[in-house]
């Protein structure tokens, strides 16, 4: 047992390391960004040019981000587990605070990542957009085909001249969990704009998900709407959901017209919370009234989603 707890000691100060290292990558640009524009070519690209590839390193960077800090978590995670096992009392309390204290940096450096991202974006459509009644050009939903945990099947195209609102969810993240047991957001939302044309789907796309856990949280909750099966993860990477939650909604031409979180809940706390001001009845409410969204993006936060390999 001394044996154990020993490696879990060294195990724990190589992960503290570690972290603090993430953290700091984060936070600049790699030295091979700053070698590689010192090797570009006398020739200046064109600012669109400029843009997208400012835009692609950092949804690269951001990637980098997220599959780094979980694989952190996951070993912290056992760690704690064998400290749990051992009686390791002491340690296990130490990696619990690192596990919070990772957390709270990771989301503040995703937040900051994010947060230069979406002028990059919006300057993309702008400049790709082509203006219509509809102001810029918007992105076609992609078409999907997935059956629901209890039976059902539902297609993008069977929703013809409705609004659709993708909500991407996990029984097992505590954001999820939070939203249903807690506040309820997503059913009082769903509920709210059943009746004005609007269609709710819930989508799960965690590798480790069962069928049992989700029919039993349809179950608990009293979900007016199907929780989807995409396991393999082939939906979420189409739609690029990253977070759960993360909701888009699709207007009745089949366009998405809201990509992003919930609502503005505080990113700086240990544990999950609401905000005041939800995003996607906002956008709901202006759809359902004739009027375009006036926020059509805002950064997801909760839980990364890991689906099945492609």
């Known amino acids: 047992m001394k044996r154990t707890i020993a490696w879990i000691g060294i195990a724990l100060c190589t992960l503290a390391l570690a972290s603090t290292t993430l953290g700091r990558q984060a ?24 843009t997208r590839e400012e835009a692609q390193k950092l949804e690269q ?32 309390k130490q990696v619990e605070a690192l596990i919070s204290r990772r957390q709270a940096a990771f989301q503040e450096s995703l937040r900051a990542l994010e947060q230069q991202q979406q002028p990059l974006q919006r300057s993309i459509r ?43 969810l996990d029984p097992a ?17 769903a509920q ?3 009746d004005k044309g609007v269609t709710w789907l819930a989508v799960n796309s965690s590798v480790k998900t069962t069928p049992e856990a989700n029919r039993e949280f349809a179950q608990k909750h009293k979900l007016p709407y199907p929780i989807l099966d995409d396991r393999s993860g ?22 998405i017209v809201y990509d992003g979180a919930i609502d503005n809940a505080p990113r700086d706390q240990d544990q999950p919370g609401a905000g005041q001001l939800n995003y996607v009845d906002k956008a709901l409410a202006e759809l359902t009234q004739g009027r375009p969204v006036s926020l059509p993006n805002t950064p997801p936060y ?5 689906p099945g390999r492609p």
Request: aromatic share 6%; with cysteine; charged share 30%.
């Open 27 to 50: 936070e600049r640009p790699s030295r091979s960004d700053d070698s590689n524009r010192e090797m570009q070519s006398p020739r200046a690209p064109s600012p669109e040019r400029q």
């Open 61 to 92: 960077q951001i990637s980098r981000l997220r599959a780094a800090h979980q694989d952190l978590i996951d070993a912290l995670k056992a760690i704690h587990a064998t400290a749990i096992k051992e009686k390791a009392t002491g340690t296990a």
């Open 126 to 168: 702008e400049r790709t957009g082509r203006p219509d009644s509809a102001g810029p050009r918007l992105r076609r939903a992609p078409e999907f085909e997935l059956s629901s945990f209890d039976g059902r099947q539902a297609k993008l195209s069977g929703y013809q001249g409705q609004i659709v609102v993708l909500e991407w």
């Open 173 to 189: 993240c505590p954001y999820t969990r939070y939203h249903y047991e807690t506040v309820q957001t997503m059913v009082k939302t």
């Open 192 to 194: 709210k704009y059943r």
């Open 234 to 255: 082939e939906t979420a990477r189409r739609y690029g959901a990253r977070t759960t939650p993360h909701v888009f909604i699709m207007d009745k031409e089949g366009r």
């Open 302 to 306: 909760g839980s990364p989603i890991r």
